[in-house]
């Protein structure tokens, strides 16, 4: 859940370092596929879309947390929170190589949906697992990866780590780390007590 946290920090700060190189490329991708150049104005208008989609995402993922956190569980929520994570960072990481900034809006939409989604369950996940004298503590560790992942965003889109033109898609797929340690380590931990007995109806499982 804390990777989920750290994912959603990452994302949100990473795309403001590569604007520049993002914006040069819809401008060569738009040349290339339609033999004009695109105007300011559209350029501004795809570029906004590119930032603002991932709003839209988060809106989905957590509109639907709710009830993938019931049908599931909340630790089988969040490991499904990977698969749109992973996908969109395919798609922004390959998007140059296939010349298409339409997969960077797929990817911030896919991206999107994972923060809101794994955002939500990790709350929920973490405030149940707590023990109730580190309850308080617990909650918090949400606010403090977010911090952190912007924080690692901001790093990495510095000019002498990734912030570069040519390895700008490495710096958009970054947010697949944290995905993949989370799809790695998660299944090693136990379900919510609170979800295995008033979900499931399992009071052993829960004790």
């Known amino acids: 859940g804390i990777t989920g946290a750290f994912h959603y920090g990452l994302q949100v700060s990473i795309i403001n ?6 914006q040069s490329f819809i401008r ?41 956190s019931v049908r599931f569980g909340r630790k089988k929520a969040m490991l499904l929170a990977n698969i749109p994570a992973l996908l969109g960072a395919a798609l922004m990481g390959l998007s140059r190589l296939c010349g ?9 939409l896919f991206s999107g949906i994972c923060g809101g989604l794994a ?38 889109g510095l000019r002498e780590v990734l912030g570069v033109e040519a390895l700008w898609p490495v710096l958009l797929a970054a947010n697949a780390v944290p995905v993949l340690v989370q ?25």
């Open 28 to 68: 060569e991708a738009w040349l290339k596929r339609y033999g004009s150049v695109p105007s300011a104005e559209m350029v501004t208008l795809t570029w906004s879309f590119i930032v603002s989609i991932y709003s839209i995402g988060g809106l989905l993922g957590s509109s639907s947390a709710g009830y993938l």
């Open 119 to 156: 955002q939500n369950v990790h709350i929920m996940y973490a405030g149940e697992c707590a023990p109730r004298n580190l309850r308080g503590l617990i909650a918090i560790t949400a606010s403090t990866s977010i911090a952190a992942g912007k924080f690692v965003g901001f790093a990495l």
């Open 100 to 108: 298409s900034f339409e997969m960077i809006i797929a990817g911030r």
């Open 17 to 22: 370092s590569p604007a520049e190189y993002i």
């Open 183 to 207: 799809l790695l380590t998660l299944p090693f931990f136990p379900d919510s007590p609170r979800y295995l007995l008033i979900d499931r109806k399992d009071k052993e499982g829960c004790i």
